[in-house]
């Protein structure tokens, strides 16, 4: 196990028509410490095992640890958020679906209707 390190590395990926970069800083210190940011939503159910990871590779330190995404379009995210409209879609029928099934037993499980 090491036991203090002090350093720094970036990483960068590719994904579709944005960019996904990854950093993370070390610094001595006592104890071990991680502190992370900007996870996106998507990934963070790997918190605690990107926490784990660290720790039990490294025996002191602190660990900043970093994502940023950012789109290589020209248009960027200015133009508002982005819907997977196929996905939207399925949802929609699903709720349609649902709501017609509700209908026909006159009980809907929603407080809604």
Request: charge should be positive.
């Amino acid at each position: 196990m090491i036991k203090s390190m002090t350093g720094y590395g970036k990483a960068e990926f590719p994904i579709n028509e944005s960019k996904f970069d990854v950093e993370l800083k070390s610094v001595n210190h006592r104890f071990c410490e991680i502190s992370l940011s900007n996870i996106p939503p998507g990934l963070s159910y790997l918190e605690s095992k990107i926490r784990k990871l660290i720790a039990a590779r490294f025996g002191r330190g602190h660990f900043y640890l970093s994502f940023h995404l950012t789109s290589l379009s020209e248009e960027g995210f200015s133009r508002g958020p982005f819907f997977d409209f196929d996905v939207v879609k399925q949802c929609f029928d699903a709720l349609a679906d649902l709501k017609k099934s509700s209908e026909s037993r006159k009980t809907c499980p929603c407080p809604i209707c």
